[in-house]
């Protein structure tokens, strides 16, 4: 059983920057693809971005293509979400996952495990 634990979210001015960190303990982190959704009220989860198990590859969903970064230390099996360049509509709760998915996964359904979500709000 993986457990998950993000931190990081807050309040920031349009145009700032934040760093969301997600710890995993209780499974092989290298193993895992790592992904990042997000929810905002009223709306469905989305899928944000992923990075893959080795070599550090990844793949983002179009509306923060050139702003987010996905990074992961496997040794201290803890990925991250720089996101730089924030809008209002990036506001959400950013939750964390781990698929042990053998292709990359963009589906929430593909994730095996989540976090509890940290909180990101962006005024204009």
């Known amino acids: 059983q993986v457990q998950l634990v993000e931190s990081g979210g807050g309040l920031v001015q349009a145009g700032g920057s934040l760093r969301l960190s997600c710890a995993a303990s209780g499974g092989t982190f290298s193993s895992y693809y790592m992904g990042w959704f997000r929810q905002a009220p009223g709306k469905e989860r989305e899928f944000v971005g992923i990075?893959?198990?080795?070599?550090?590859?990844?793949y983002y969903a179009d509306a923060v293509k050139g702003r987010f970064t996905i990074s992961r230390d496997n040794a201290k099996n803890t990925v991250y979400l720089q996101m730089n360049s924030l809008k209002p509509e990036d506001t959400a709760v950013y939750y964390c996952?781990?698929?042990?998915?053998?292709?990359?996964?963009?589906?929430?359904?593909?994730?095996?495990?989540w976090g509890q979500g940290t909180q990101v709000t962006v005024s204009s």
């Open positions: 996952a781990a698929s042990t998915s053998i292709v990359v996964a963009t589906r929430s359904s593909e994730y095996n495990y």
């Open positions: 990075i893959y198990r080795i070599g550090g590859s990844t």
